[in-house]
């Protein structure tokens, strides 16, 4: 309580565990079902996407406060990402279900053919809904304008390659149940991402610490201070660097599967350390040079004089 | 009756939007040897005079008493810091409450709804029966003046005392809360809780829209910053320095 009484730098509060885990699993379910409408995947993945998408949402909705009022952020999407989010994960749920029900019911009740154009729309509905899954979050967080760190346009692009970098994840893990069929171009599309996500922390690091003070005390407290175990360790070591490691030396399907369960459980750390290095813009008075209200060293000297004389 | 006072009981019509000019759609008139004003819209801003301060947090109790704030919320609060080194040093201090803004980042963020803009006085307020407790507008406030309580729990607890039995009922656990410039009070004709308890009359408010209003005179007349005002809100809290 007392640090709301300073002109300190504070850390966001509001946003934490939860939020974190309803970003990763909706960018998980994101990424992932664009990784089966580009790469031939079985149904099966589209269907883990679904599910992970509704897992994130239902996480959302536990941490709200009245989450029996959510079907009123349906109404603000001209002006909240939130609301916007909840639309893609309404849409994106909705045309995902309709474009695998055909595969997953064996065409017994398909409403349409393979090559209509119906399915055509319905499938790049789906497609584009969870590309929007994925870069909703980076919006989300980046239209704060009140936390510097945050307040960039490469969020986006940080949290879809995470989102990416988790699909992939999640592939290397089943690769576990298929003997290892699709492993190789699993692991060299995890390789390629990993590289991206490095690159692409490091350069959004590099640019915050030339920000401003709240912005370089966010980078502070990820690199150096409170989350620098979890961010270095969990997030960057765990998350990436060793399955990089892994998968680089041995292309086993056990390595395969222990690099595609550190990959998820650091992309999930990311978005907590992001969630919580967020400082916000200082109190208006650390900002502005008030000292002594209008009165200069001097005159303060002169005005203290006596009674320092009288000391 | 103060000017200020005065320019509380002028009537407002709810149809005309607001609008960030400070002199738009203001008329003034002499009317019985009396002088009385007449406006379309109303915008409400407080100036806080910084060499008045004294950082007694009497607003933030009066605040606290008026509006029934549970532990760990403060709608109006004081914030303090020390400048200079021994011998030559001094408290600065600095009441910080919602600025309502005329461009308030809260809002846009809102899924619902729920923070919105009062048309007529402009005035950031929170419909707490759509409120759905994100948080969203906390985040983006820059005065980290928003709050979302979670449970309802008082000073001592869950053992209410009679008071906050009556005051608590006034707001929802779970939902964004922060300063209402006093609304309840206002729309009664009242100033806010904070202004009528300050002893060293460091918070003057009134209509920015009206050039005689006390306010509007001290912006013209004093030196005065608006906090973060680079970030594009317009806050409509000026501190005079």
């Known amino acids: 309580m007392a640090n709301l009484f300073n002109t300190e730098l504070r850390a966001q509060q509001e946003w934490s565990w939860q939020l974190a885990l309803d970003l990763f699993l909706g960018g998980l379910g994101g990424g992932l079902f664009l990784l089966y409408q580009t790469i031939d995947l079985p149904p099966v993945f589209a269907l883990v996407s679904i599910g992970l998408v509704i897992a994130g949402a239902v996480v959302l909705l536990t941490e709200l406060g009245h989450p029996l009022r959510a079907w009123r952020a349906i109404f603000k999407a001209r002006s909240s990402w939130i609301s916007r989010g909840v639309l893609l994960v309404s849409v994106f749920v909705v045309t995902a279900c309709i474009h695998i029900a055909p595969t997953i019911t064996n065409s017994s009740w398909r409403i349409w053919g393979g090559d209509d154009m119906g399915a055509k729309v319905i499938s790049v509905a789906a497609a584009l809904s969870a590309l929007g899954i994925t870069l909703y979050p980076g919006f989300v967080i980046s239209a704060s304008r009140s936390i510097p760190f945050w307040d960039t346009p490469m969020l986006p692009a940080i949290f879809f390659t995470q989102s990416m970098m988790g699909g992939c994840g999640i592939l290397l893990l089943a690769s576990a149940f298929d003997g290892g069929q699709g492993m190789p171009q699993a692991a060299s599309l995890t390789i390629a991402t990993i590289f991206l996500n490095l690159a692409m922390i490091a350069g959004y690091l590099l640019l915050m610490r030339r920000t401003g003070a709240p912005a370089r005390e966010s980078v502070r407290l990820l690199l150096q201070t409170r989350l620098r175990g979890l961010f270095w360790l969990g997030a960057v070591g765990a998350g990436m660097v060793l399955p990089l490691v892994l998968l680089s030396v041995q292309s086993a399907v056990g390595t395969a599967t222990v690099a595609g369960a550190l990959l998820l459980s650091g992309g999930l750390l990311f978005r907590y350390c992001m969630l919580k290095a967020g400082v916000y813009l200082p109190l208006p008075l650390a900002g502005i040079d008030l000292s002594k209200l209008n009165r200069t060293t001097d005159q303060l000297a002169r005005e203290y004089s006596g009674w320092t004389a009288r000391r | 009756m103060g000017l200020a006072s005065r320019v509380l009981f002028v009537p407002y019509r709810k149809s005309q939007p607001c609008s960030r000019g400070p002199t738009r759609h203001w008329s003034e008139m002499a009317t019985n040897g009396r002088h009385t004003t007449t406006t379309t819209y109303v915008r409400w801003g407080m100036a806080i005079d910084l060499k008045r301060c004294t950082g007694c947090q009497s607003c933030t109790m009066a605040c606290k008493v008026e509006n029934g704030t549970p532990a760990g919320v403060f709608w109006m609060r004081v914030l303090e810091r020390e400048e200079g080194t021994f011998p030559l040093a001094q408290t600065l201090y600095m009441p910080l409450r919602c600025n309502h803004c005329a461009e308030p980042p809260c809002v846009p963020v809102c899924p619902t709804g729920a923070s919105y803009k009062r ?42 005392t009679p008071y906050e039995d009556v005051s608590y009922k006034r707001w929802q656990a779970g939902t964004a809360q922060k300063c209402t410039f006093c609304v309840h009070r206002l729309d009664q004709g009242l100033g806010p809780a904070c202004v009528e308890t300050c002893p060293t009359k460091a918070l003057v408010y009134g209509n920015l829209n009206d050039p005689q209003s006390e306010i509007s005179k001290l912006i013209r007349t004093r030196t005065h910053f608006q906090p973060r005002a680079e970030a594009g809100t317009d806050p409509s809290l000026f501190y005079l320095t």
């Open chain 2, 119 to 160: 048309t007529h006085d402009s005035l950031v307020l929170i419909d707490q029966d759509k409120c759905i407790g994100c948080s969203a507008c906390v985040i983006a406030c820059p005065y980290q003046v928003r709050f979302v309580p979670r449970h309802k729990t008082g000073y001592h607890g869950d053992q209410f």
